[in-house]
């Protein structure tokens, strides 16, 4: 869980025999569901099994979201709206 103002963001561990992409949540602080990441574009594309690993709150006080395939998303917080995305390796 990471906390960026009124927004929590919870990353869900998938189990390893089921493909699932869509782990990462946002709720206020209230409880309130706000939203689910949605497809996003990926560098490696070898894999559909690329669910997001980590979350980070960059020294540009930007969320950024990082998955098994290279990709990390920079993420507005309150909307969910991908800012952009680029390669990790």
């Not at 009124?6 to 946002?26: D, G, K, M, Q, W």
């Not at 969910?80 to 990790?88: P, W």
Request: charged residues 15%; glycine residues 4%.
């Amino acid at each position: 869980m990471l906390q960026i103002n009124s927004v929590v963001i919870v990353l869900i561990e998938s189990p390893f025999e089921i493909i699932y992409n869509s782990n990462v949540f946002a709720f206020s602080v209230t409880g309130n569901f706000l939203w689910r990441i949605g497809h996003v574009k990926l560098y490696d594309k070898s894999s559909t099994d690329c669910p997001y690993v980590g979350s980070i709150v960059n020294n540009d006080s930007e969320l950024v979201l990082f998955n098994w395939c290279d990709t990390a998303v920079v993420i507005n917080p309150l909307t969910g709206e991908v800012i952009r995305t680029y390669q990790t390796k």
